[in-house]
């Protein structure tokens, strides 16, 4: 029987598909995770020193953490993303970062700017309405992704407050 190429460009096309969504929900699953860990190690008191003012003025923090947390589920092309928010007449208000993986938005502290506590999508219309959007560190978070020295470098800075965690997972 002839090998149909249309059909097993549709079958390939599917499996694509169902990858994609599959780490979505991966993804999706891993923020919501490391946001209720990050809540119960704040209201344990745990030894973080940004943590009692946590999401207020903390998106570093949790995007760094984010990028840590996704890199062990398996996402690929990570990278964390700077934007400016305005206020209501258009004056700059803040900064913030948050986590790229591929085409999705990653945030789990937009929550100080009135929006949800974790956001995974692939167009956020408040990511999208931020000023002089970047990338954090343009010379460590490309476009392929960090790299494996920034994940570890990371995890070197990150040691304590990841200790710090992990009893409240």
Not at 17 to 40: D, K, P, V, Y
Not at 128 to 147: I, Q
Request: charged share 25%; aromatic share 8%.
């Amino acid at each position: 029987m002839p090998c149909d190429s249309a059909n097993q460009f549709r079958q390939y096309q599917f499996l694509s598909e169902l990858l994609n969504e599959t780490m979505s929900i991966q993804i999706l699953e891993t923020a919501r995770n490391l946001r209720a860990t990050i809540e119960r190690a704040k209201s344990g008191n745990a030894s973080v020193k940004w943590l009692p003012r946590f999401p207020e003025n903390c998106c570093n923090f949790a995007a760094n953490l984010l990028l840590l947390e996704l890199s062990e589920a398996g996402a690929e092309r990570l990278r964390r993303m700077l934007g400016t928010v305005h206020d209501d007449r258009g004056d700059d208000l803040a900064t913030h970062v948050w986590v790229q993986a591929g085409d999705l938005v990653v945030d789990i502290a937009a929550d100080q700017f009135e929006q949800p506590k974790v956001i995974v999508e692939h167009r956020s219309s408040w990511h999208d309405s931020l000023h002089n959007v970047k990338p954090f560190l343009p010379r460590r978070d490309l476009v392929e992704g960090v790299s494996e020295a920034e994940i570890s470098r990371l995890r070197g800075v990150y040691e304590d407050v990841l200790r710090e965690l992990a009893p409240f997972r």
